[in-house]
């Protein structure tokens, strides 16, 4: 659930590997420096372009070039060095949304912004670097995606859902080339220890968000020597993604290990509690919302529910509703609640319309080769079958999601020998800061402190927030939480918290 498109219902991720991780440190080392030659590319911002090797174990073989973008420090004479920044994922491009985030104040203030370069980039296999294409043509791409079936909400849809998913994985083996098995974060995080040569830090200053914390997690145990300042930000359990806890990785969906379904839960819980707290501001706030939920999903699973000429099912409806990621969007989640509740009773036409980003990117195929290069996951379709089922129990709603989100990496078929799976302690040159909500759907705060616990060097810092990460929960208060550490590397006060700046329904 790192920032996967859940309304399609293929936010999935992984395959196994051999447990190896051969392009040591030493021949990295060994590997040129690559040579940027920033050029403007609008607002401000500066863009490049850095050719690494495609196989580290053949640093001179074959190159893939990386797409890198910049905001230059505002006090260029107080200037502290480049903070890379990884948005999550895997699959998005860092290119876009630093363009689109990268002056939000409640994620890089003023005072920060003043003293470091932020650069992102589009790693390996994503965007406009050397990109993972399992279609011939953006017609091909968006029609087999218009055509993925929902995520099942009962047994009844597991078969499509399984053979689309598969069908997306043999797509990408025919057709994808080399980079399918070079795409691996271990490979990303040798990227990251050239960039940050590139730009003359003597020690790498980080930002990761959601899976960004992987890849944090990976440089930190590669290189732990070449850190300066390192913040995690949704925090994932990197041992649990990678081979599971006590080896469960081969006989337990990836999410389902980490409990991302409890995760969902408790956060829909303060969705419902808010919404009622927020009155009139909630469009769904009226009467007792989680009885017009109970309500709402049990009608939807005896027919279709049409509105304003959509068909929504009641796979669609608990899509939707799970997707509280950014807490800025709720409203638009109560809006859409209310709107299929206050739905006269009607006949299904056509079969559910799912709401989803336009596939105009690689970011499935590349989540998925990269989600499925580090991670043990079951391939017996079986074992996802039987975990829906006792999930769906356990969890109601939202224990199917953290079982079928996974799909197409049973059927995955490239590897990445050079994947990375351990150790995560470590001892780094800096201690790590680790963000998390409280409330976080997509990496739940237990695991967060998992994955920092495994860590040799890392503090927890929690938001008193609802949604996932900083990025997504504006917060002045956590912002120079982070902001302090970078600057300086002073750790707040030990059990300290902080609040959001404001509630998702104060309009």
Known sequence: MRGVVVALGVSMAVSAGPAVASAAPMSVDKVPTPQLSWTGCEDGFQCATASVPLDYDRPSGAKIDLALIKLPATDPAHRIGSLF???????????????????????????????????????????????????????????????????????????????????????????????????????????????????????????????????????????????????????????GNATGQNGNGKSVPLDTRQDVATGIAQTFEQFLRLCTEAGPKCAFSSGDPKAKWAALTARAKQAPIVSNGETWTYSGIINAAADLSDSRGWPDIAALLQRLYDAPAAPALRSAAVKGEQYTSNRTEAFNAIQCSDSDVPTDPAVYSRYAESEDQRVPYFGRIAVLDMMSCAYWQARDTDRYTGPWNRPTSAEILVLNNHYDPSTPLPGARDGAAELARARVFVTEGYGHSSMYVPSTCTEKVKRDYLISGTFPAAGQTCGIDASPFAG
Request: proline share 6%; glycine share 10%; net charge neutral.
């Open 85 to 239: 920044v990884n948005f999550g994922g895997p699959g998005a491009s860092g290119l876009q949304r630093l363009r689109e985030r990268g002056k939000w104040p409640w994620l890089f203030s003023d005072e920060l912004r003043a003293r470091f370069d932020l650069v992102s980039w589009d790693p390996r296999g994503i965007g406009h670097s050397t990109a993972v294409r399992c279609f011939d043509s953006q017609a091909e791409q968006e029609s087999f995606f218009g055509s993925f079936p929902e995520m099942p909400g009962d047994p009844s849809g597991n078969a499509a859902f399984y053979a689309k998913s598969k069908e997306l994985a043999d797509r990408c083996s025919a057709k994808a080339g080399p980079i399918l098995e070079h795409v691996s974060t271990a490979n990303t995080a040798r990227d990251l220890e050239l960039l940050r040569r590139a730009v003359g830090d003597p020690k790498l200053n980080y930002h990761g968000i959601s899976y960004g914390t992987q890849l944090g997690a990976t440089y930190a145990n590669l290189f732990p020597n070449r850190i300066r300042a390192m913040v995690f930000d949704g925090t994932m359990d990197f041992a």
